[in-house]
């Protein structure tokens, strides 16, 4: 079992350029999740899927949109990349959303000029 | 509102016990939970505990809960180099949806 995975590990863009984070995972779990992470604060939810199908807003959905792909892929897209944007963003699953516990992938260092 | 709060930062000599706090203010939490980071690393779950127990041992871990001051604490025993990290707490609500909210974190560090 890989766990979860995300591409790229690293991303410079250009602001106003736009890409698509990638995460996927091999756990068969119905419920994925997008943070961002800033220096000195926790983490903070972007968007979710609580399942297959089915995508809800976060605390900071602002400038991002999610496509949950299938089961196992769920992404998030940066369509004018904004330098506030400059963050690490991590991808977690979970079997369910409550009690189950949320499994993290190892990050995407972004950065936004 | 929710918010999870925790102290920036926690120095312990190796081989002592380390103890890191974290303070909620939701009562309807259903599970709290412990999650390590190592560094360029992502988080990692240490552990977690209903809401209505008071107390969970894993090992060198113990989780304590105060559900009457929504205060959470995890100690690690025997501290180790490799336990320096950063520390995070997290709530997990549902209202309206599922949100789990995380504390800034605690970052440990272990001097020999």
């Known amino acids: 079992n890989a766990g979860v995975t995300q591409t790229p590990k690293f991303q410079v863009l250009k602001t106003g350029q736009s890409m698509t984070l990638q995460c996927a995972q091999d756990m068969n779990h119905n419920s994925m999740y997008w943070y961002r992470q800033d220096p000195g604060m926790g983490l903070r939810l972007i968007y979710y899927s609580a399942s297959e199908g089915t995508t809800d807003k976060g605390e900071v959905p602002n400038g991002y949109n999610v496509s949950r792909l299938n089961k196992r892929e769920f992404s998030l897209r940066l369509e004018s990349a904004a330098p506030s944007q400059t963050s690490v963003y991590f991808c977690?699953?979970?079997?369910?959303?409550?009690?189950?516990?949320?499994?993290f992938g190892p990050g995407t260092r972004l950065t936004v000029l | 509102g929710e918010d999870v709060e925790q102290s920036l930062f926690l120095s312990v000599r190796e081989g002592d016990s380390s103890v890191i706090n974290c303070t909620y203010t939701d009562s309807s939490s259903t599970y709290l939970y412990w999650y390590k980071q190592e560094p360029g690393a992502g988080l990692q779950l240490l552990t977690y505990i209903f809401s209505n127990m008071d107390m969970k041992q894993d090992q060198r871990l113990t989780v304590l809960l105060n559900k009457k001051d929504k205060h959470l604490s995890l100690r690690i025993a025997d501290t180790q180099t490799g336990d320096s990290a950063i520390y995070f707490c997290a709530e997990s609500i549902m209202d309206s949806s599922y949100k789990l909210i995380f504390g800034s974190g605690t970052r440990l560090l272990v001097r020999p």
């Open positions: 977690a699953s979970s079997k369910l959303q409550d009690p189950d516990t949320q499994y």
